[in-house]
């Protein structure tokens, strides 16, 4: 069964920092691109980034720009989004998907469930 589990998420303060996974199975993470979203409260979902098949990055808001990186680990099935100096307006419900191809910005076909993230002082 495919499957796209996050986990990480949690109540950090303005300023720190979280890492989110994103765990996958039932299929070959070696011919996928993955993309972290996310969805604010009383807002659409919104891409974060994304990472190719061969690691290659592509920032999706300007707003997490040098702040967020994802990167992968195909031998443990699992995409990380590393956030660092998070702030209020991070706060969201978070979710990794599966691509459509190799290739970032190709549509998605699979999606987790989501972790929340939740920046407060």
């Known amino acids: 069964q495919l499957q796209l589990v996050e986990s990480g998420g949690g109540l950090v303060q303005p300023g720190e920092s979280l890492r989110l996974s994103c765990a996958v199975s039932?299929?070959?993470?070696?011919?996928?691109?993955i993309g972290w979203f996310r969805q604010a409260p009383g807002k659409e979902r919104e891409g974060v980034s994304c990472i190719s098949r061969s690691g290659g990055s592509t920032n999706l808001a300007d707003s997490v720009k040098g702040r967020f990186t994802i990167s992968r680990d195909n031998a443990k099935n699992t995409v990380y989004l590393q956030m660092n100096s998070l702030k209020p307006a991070d706060t969201a419900v978070y979710y990794c998907?599966?691509?459509?191809?190799?290739?970032?910005?190709?549509?998605?076909?699979?999606w987790g469930k989501g972790t929340l993230v939740t920046v407060s002082s």
């Open positions: 039932g299929f070959n993470l070696d011919y996928y691109a």
């Open positions: 998907a599966r691509s459509r191809t190799s290739k970032c910005l190709n549509g998605v076909d699979y």
